[in-house]
């Protein structure tokens, strides 16, 4: 069974930063194509940013700069690195494998405020 499961969402003032995680698991991680994708509330799921099996990335023109993703084959996870984070970051933050037909995490909530 296929397990997408993110962590580190949170509450974060303006201007600060988080690091999303996503473990895998019931996949050969290494060969899929990873990314994160965002839901704000009264808006569509959007890209953040993709990863793929041999490393190219590609980041959303709204978080250009600011956000990086990687991923570690070893420990079957991608990670989302967020830094001067904004109020409109405010979403829903999903992890998916193999695009957006395939396997999604539930999400993990980041909520910048002050």
């Known amino acids: 069974q296929v397990q997408l499961v993110e962590s580190g969402g949170g509450l974060v003032q303006p201007g600060g930063s988080l690091r999303l995680s996503c473990a895998a698991s019931?996949?050969?991680?290494?060969?899929?194509?990873m990314g994160w994708y965002r839901q704000a509330p009264g808006k569509q799921r959007e890209v953040v940013a993709t990863?793929?099996?041999?490393?190219?990335?590609y980041v959303a023109d709204s978080v250009k700069g600011r956000y990086t993703i990687s991923r570690d084959n070893a420990k079957n996870t991608v990670y989302l690195q967020m830094n001067s984070l904004k109020p409109e970051d405010t979403a829903v933050y999903y992890c998916?494998?193999?695009?957006?037909?395939?396997?999604w995490g539930k999400g993990t909530l980041v909520t910048v405020s002050s």
């Open positions: 019931g996949i050969i991680f290494s060969i899929y194509d």
């Open positions: 998916n494998a193999g695009g957006p037909g395939k396997y």
């Open positions: 990863i793929t099996r041999s490393g190219s990335t």
